[in-house]
Every structure is written in structure tokens, then in C-alpha cells.
């Protein structure tokens, strides 16, 4: 099994930045996508980011240009660079990754908490 924990998030004004991080741990050996989705009160889980073994991304439109996912295999952790951050980027921020070759499994983190706010 795979554990994620999550850290970076926090108040910040418009226009400022916020850098995510997730750490995977247990059996990692098979990880392969990795990704960050995030959700508010009374809105249904939306995917903001992924990157896959081959280090494709994929963005949610609403945040190309400003965030930037990457990853680091040595250490099983994926980063979310999030840049000039709007109001409407306040959201739980949740870290997902999948793991197995035959059969994939989904992992996903506790939730960190992004608040844009002035």
C-alpha cells in the first residue's frame, strides 16, 4: 500500500504563490501518474493538474499558465508551483497517485487547504 501526506498550502493574497508538495511512502516501487485535484463546498472534485511517468502534463484550463506540476521519482513526491493564485483558486487541494502494473490502485492524500483571499 502506498501512504501520501501532504504540506504547503495556507492564506495567501491574489496575485501571490503557493508551492504544494506530496511524499509518497510504502510500497512506491510501482507508482506511475500522479496528480493534484481540489474541491469546494457544494463542487464536485475537479482535476487541476496531472503528470504521468513519460513527465506528460495535463492542466485544467482555469489554471494553465499559472500552476505548474512536477515530479521528483527518487524521492516519490510530486510538487504543485501555484502562480499569481485568483479567489477562485480556494479549494481543498488533494494529492492522487496510482500504482501497480496489471491491477492499479488509486491513492489519494488528506486534503490541504489553499485560501486566497485580501
Known amino acids: 500500500q502506498v501512504q501520501l501526506v501532504e504540506s504547503g498550502g495556507g492564506l495567501v493574497q491574489p496575485g501571490g504563490s503557493l508551492r504544494l508538495s506530496c511524499a509518497a511512502s510504502?510500497?512506491?516501487?510501482?507508482?506511475?501518474?500522479m496528480g493534484w485535484y481540489r474541491q469546494t463546498p457544494g463542487k464536485e472534485r475537479e482535476l487541476v493538474a496531472t503528470v504521468n511517468i513519460g513527465l506528460m502534463r495535463n492542466y485544467a484550463d482555469s489554471v494553465k499558465g499559472r500552476f505548474t506540476i512536477s515530479r521528483d521519482n527518487a524521492k516519490n513526491t510530486v510538487y504543485l508551483q501555484m502562480n499569481n493564485l485568483k479567489p477562485e483558486d480556494t479549494a481543498v487541494y488533494y494529492c492522487?497517485?496510482?500504482?501497480?502494473?496489471?491491477?492499479?490502485?488509486?491513492?489519494w492524500g488528506q486534503g490541504t487547504q489553499v485560501t486566497v483571499s485580501s
Open positions: 510504502g510500497s512506491t516501487s510501482s507508482i506511475n501518474d
Open positions: 492522487r497517485m496510482t500504482s501497480g502494473v496489471f491491477r492499479l490502485q488509486t491513492y
